[in-house]
């Protein structure tokens, strides 16, 4: 894809995120990768005793990423921390899923890889609207790697400004 084509699929994609939360990065996996850093640190979460929950059926490369930061578990346990919700090609997951995260007190990540743009129901989002949202444009079109995040937590966005521009410096070294 050329740089113009590039430009017209940034701005389309901003266009459908309120760009005061959203944050464009490298890939999906390092929207992940930030995530799970984030909440170990700011929630106390110990990445060698607590779990991630996930989904059986997802892709080598995301189970290996999140891995890489914390313990991984496909079943419920006294040491799930963490509930990773997996939209897989854009279908949404049942609202139960939610239900189980907010009654077990698990913190949720959901995994938008496959979402251009939330679709809703009586004016509100079935997708993507928890605190932490990840995306990766890169499953639409051929713009090399392209991902993202959009989040409601400031303090979290703070988290990733800083980690982007600390990359940036090292990167221009």
């Known amino acids: 894809m050329d740089q113009i084509n590039t430009q017209r699929l940034i701005l389309k994609l901003k266009s459908n995120f309120n ?22 640190k700011e929630n106390n979460i110990n990445p060698k005793l607590s779990e991630i929950l996930v989904p059986k059926l997802m892709g080598n490369g995301v189970y290996s990423n999140i891995s890489q ?3 991984t578990g496909t079943v419920f346990s006294e040491y799930t921390k963490i509930l990773y919700l997996y939209h897989q090609f854009g279908i949404p997951q049942s609202e139960k899923v939610k239900e189980f995260a907010e009654e077990k007190r698990l913190i949720l990540i959901e995994d938008c890889a496959h979402v251009l743009r939330a679709s809703t ?14 995306f990766s444009f890169s499953k639409f079109t ?3 790697p392209l991902g993202g995040l959009i989040s409601t937590d400031k303090k979290f966005l703070d988290f990733v400004d800083k980690e982007i ?5 090292l990167q221009s070294i």
């Not at 004016?123 to 993507?128: A, H, R």
């Not at 521009?165 to 410096?169: L, P, Y």
């Open 19 to 40: 760009s005061e939360n959203f944050r464009f990065l490298l890939s999906g996996k390092l929207a992940t990768s930030l995530i799970i850093k984030y909440l170990i």
């Open 69 to 71: 930061n914390i313990q």
């Open 165 to 169: 521009d600390k990359s940036s410096k």
């Open 142 to 144: 051929n713009c090399g």
């Open 121 to 134: 129901e009586n004016g509100k989002s079935k997708i993507c609207n928890s605190n932490y949202n990840l």
